[in-house]
């Protein structure tokens, strides 16, 4: 049996929390009041002193001003809280008298102020804390959003650089889920009233008439008076000071961006649906230069060498995919291609490539051609030279530290020392990385994967190491748990902890001891503890896979099952549900405690391709759950005939395409589903049309079908075929199984993926039932909604398969008889 979560079996006892698991007689299970009661964690981080800590504590879901902020709605619900980590009784207050709202923009270089963001009713604000004292001081400037890398970024203790919105408009990362609510009123009445209303795209060569909306700009600001100097105007993403501060580099939006011919929409081609280009603003001078206006520019890379003599930057010539860039390094104005007999590793989704300096010159992770794997090479003008080739395990890329002529990397279980000319040292046996947690809106994705000047490791004795460019220095901390941050110097570390029955505590942890700082979900102390059992079996290509089995809790008699697919998934330990709403759907405390059994299985792509999704789809879930009812540990525990899918997003796909393969479940659940890809590959949403300024979406959407989640390798006039063996929609006939279908009226998988599967199965008189939220858009928000979520899907399986503590009911057939043997008469309508 295994206890969720796997980081701690429970949390530590200390004189100031003593936290108690509830027994068996005691226990009661989590209900949907719980999660909508529910408080969370959010970011970390120390000062550059290492003395203060600030923390994100986000209050009672249920306590939110409104519920209309999308992802940002936990944003709506946090405070800010500042440790003093070297007093010698730490405890944490409140920063600043602002209240909710807050999340961290970023230190100043000595950690004496605090740049702080606030959402404030619909407003995005940008204010300035001393740490010392608490006392804040609201600036009057619209911060941009934080989209690939920094908006701000500090100049001094007294000035820092800002993106600035002059339109005052909230972004619209913020603004997503009130954004239909502000706009369309206003285009109907301008349409009511005569004066029309409309907004145009274009293709070829009319893609320029989109309306781009206005610009922003490049500030200097004064810290501790507000006062503002103009340096920039532009449509800037991003920026990265130089070294010595003498030079800011910026990312701007450049033209819009279309696929030509047969050329691939996201995936290699990438994510962005405007060009990326690269400015120079000498902040002496003021003069600006446009270095590489040929290229397209990876936005995932804008990284100066530690003198700031070089940048490196990795480009593609127009309309190419980025697997056909290049590595270039900018030097004196000139731009100069390295790393040519190198292929960088790229993520995709968005493409990213991993990089470091060791001294002045470029480190990229990658392979020459014939290379087994991909290793840490220094690039230049000339051949690259492999550091880790000779390295008996591939190095974890997510831990590298540069210092001097050498590179510190961890391979396997160990920690190695490499560099140009000089034999492999290993460091340590037995270390791993620690998991770091940074601000999220102070830093955009870039800046997840650039250097940093030391790093944290846990060693074989469980000791805590920092490792930097002078090499592995253990120190007195020795930690249990999860450690999402450390300071600067090593004296102290940041540890949090989830026990089973989902409470999260936050303690401070020092060599002469552990002081507990913050605790939520304090009274889910009572609820039964999330018990997950695995299921070991094989996957598509022979590879062994773990699924994963919750279980309600005992004395119940045998539960029904659900069992939650979502292809594409693999689950080497339990999976975990989400913090507030983006954790909501289906989650997995409120199913058990309802008294289900739930099923998790892993179904990772066959070959890494999701290219045919829905062939074989029943078949591999009939094998997970037919391993899981021979099972000796689940008899008289689970009624595996009773049984139900159900699933969100790209799992409502998997929900309905399984239904077109078998009869086995009495009921099923889609949420936010995809029933045809070709519909969904042709429908950006209405929010795209609304608000031309974000750009042309359908590249995002047509990408998403064709390249990433599904993998359909083109458009559909090029795979016809495969579009139509892969829709569920097309196959509705096939459908005999009760089909309830949720969806929020404005999500990106637009709303008509549920109601044409709902019209097929309406046509045949088949049980089917379509609920339309007008308030919910991918997640549901409204506390409202998730009540009645909740209320419909128990009532549905309910009906279908009995009280969770009904006895045994008769098998159903398994997979292949919903095309197999013929189709009863359809049902009358009720």
Not at 147 to 166: C, I, K, T
Not at 285 to 306: E, H, K, Q, V, Y
Not at 310 to 326: E, F, I, M, Q
Not at 641 to 659: C, E, H, I, P, Q
Request: proline fraction near 8%; charged fraction near 20%; charge should be neutral.
């Amino acid at each position: 049996m295994r206890i969720l979560p796997r980081r701690a079996a429970g949390l530590a006892t200390t004189a100031a929390c003593i936290l108690v698991t509830a027994t068996s007689a005691t226990a009661r299970p989590l209900a949907v009041e719980d999660l909508l009661r529910q408080e969370s964690l959010g970011a970390a981080a120390f000062d550059p002193t290492g003395r203060w800590l600030v923390f994100e504590q986000r209050d009672r879901y249920d306590t939110a001003p409104s519920y209309d902020l999308y992802n940002a709605q936990a944003l709506a619900l946090t405070r800010l809280k500042i440790v003093d980590a070297h007093a010698s009784a730490p405890a944490p207050r409140d920063l600043a008298e602002a209240g909710r709202g807050l999340t961290a923009a970023g230190f100043s270089p000595r950690g004496t102020r605090l740049a702080v963001y606030r959402l404030s009713g619909r407003r995005w604000m940008l204010g300035v804390i001393t740490l010392a004292t608490g006392a804040i001081r609201w600036l009057d400037v619209t911060p941009e959003e934080v989209r690939r890398g920094r908006v701000l970024q500090w100049l001094s203790e007294d000035a820092f650089l800002l993106l600035e919105r002059p339109d005052q408009r909230t972004p619209s990362s913020l603004a997503a889920g009130f954004l239909l609510s502000d706009r369309l009123p206003a285009l109907w009445a301008a349409a009511a009233d005569g004066r029309g209303a409309h907004t145009a795209f274009g293709s070829g060569r009319y893609l320029d008439i989109r309306e781009r909306g206005p610009g922003n700009r490049l500030i200097r600001v004064d810290a501790g008076t507000g006062a503002t100097t103009l340096l920039a105007e532009g449509r800037f993403i991003d920026l990265e000071l130089s070294p010595g501060k003498d030079r800011v580099a910026l990312f701007e939006s450049g033209a819009d961006l279309q696929p030509r011919g047969d050329s691939p929409v996201r995936g290699l081609a990438g994510t962005e649906t405007e060009a990326t280009r690269l400015s120079i603003l000498d902040l002496r001078s003021g003069r600006m230069t446009a270095p590489c206006p040929d290229f397209d520019i990876l936005p995932n890379l804008l990284s100066w060498s530690p003198s700031g003599r070089s940048l490196l930057l990795y480009t593609r010539a127009a309309h190419g995919p980025w697997s056909a860039g290049r590595l270039r390094l900018l030097q004196n104005g000139r731009l100069e291609t390295v790393g040519a007999d190198l292929t960088p590793q790229l993520d995709t989704n968005p493409v990213s490539i991993w990089t470091d300096w060791l001294g002045e010159a470029p480190v990229v992770l990658g392979r020459r051609r014939g290379a087994p794997r991909d290793d840490w090479h220094v690039v230049g003008p000339r051949a690259s030279l492999n550091l880790t080739g000779g390295l008996p395990e591939a190095p974890d890329r997510r831990l590298r530290v540069a210092g001097g002529s050498s590179l510190m990397v961890l391979a396997g279980d160990s920690l190695w020392r490499v560099g140009a000319g000089r034999p492999a040292e290993r460091l340590a046996a037995g270390a791993s990385a620690l998991p770091f947690a940074a601000f999220k809106r102070a830093e955009g994705g870039r800046l997840v994967r650039a250097p940093t000047s030391a790093a944290w490791v846990r060693l074989g004795d469980g000791a805590v190491a920092r490792l930097s460019g002078d090499g592995l220095s253990r120190t007195h901390l020795t930690l249990d748990g999860e450690s999402p941050e450390l300071a600067p110097s090593g004296a102290a570390a940041l540890r949090r902890r989830t026990d089973a029955q989902g409470r999260t505590a936050l303690d401070l942890v020092r060599p002469g001891g552990i002081a507990p700082l913050a605790l939520v979900n304090a009274d889910w102390g009572e609820v039964d503890p999330l018990v997950a059992e695995p299921i070991r079996h094989l996957g598509p290509d022979g590879q062994p896979l773990v699924s994963w089995l919750f279980l309600p809790p005992r004395g119940t008699g045998p539960a029904p099952l659900v069992v939650r697919p979502y292809l594409g998934d693999n689950y080497p330990a339990p999976p975990e549900d989400r913090d507030l709403q983006a954790g909501f759907l289906q989650n997995l405390r409120v199913l058990t405690g309802r008294g289900y059994a739930v099923l998790a299985p892993s179904l990772p792509n066959p070959g890494g391709i999701m290219s045919d999704p829905g062939t074989g789809l029943a078949g591999r879930l009939d094998d997970i759950v037919d391993l899981a009812a021979n099972d000796a540990r689940f008899a008289g525990r689970v009624d595996f005939d009773r049984a139900a899918l159900m699933g969100w997003s790209f799992g409502g796909y998997t929900v309905m395409k399984t239904l077109t393969q078998t009869r086995r479940y009495r009921a099923a659940v889609s949420v936010a589903g995809v029933s045809d890809f070709l519909i969904h590959w042709g429908q950006p949403g209405v929010e795209s049309f609304v608000a031309p300024e974000q750009g042309y979406l359908g590249n995002w959407i047509t990408g998403g079908v064709e390249r990433t989640q599904p993998s359909m390798l083109g458009p559909p006039w090029a795979e016809r075929d495969r579009y139509l063996r892969n829709s569920a929609l097309l196959e509705a006939d096939k459908i005999e199984t009760p089909l309830l279908m949720l969806h929020g009226a404005f999500d990106l998988i637009d709303s008509a993926q549920s109601a044409a599967m709902y019209t097929a199965l309406f046509r045949q008189a088949k049980d089917a039932q379509l609920v339309m939220y007008w308030g919910m858009i991918h997640t549901a928000n409204a506390p409202g909604d998730v009540r009645d979520i909740y209320r419909r899907v128990f009532d549905f399986l309910d009906e279908h398969l009995g009280p969770v503590s009904a006895a045994h009911a008769p098998a159903h057939p398994r997979s292949g008889s919903a095309s197999g043997e013929p189709k009863p008469p359809p049902r009358p309508p009720t």
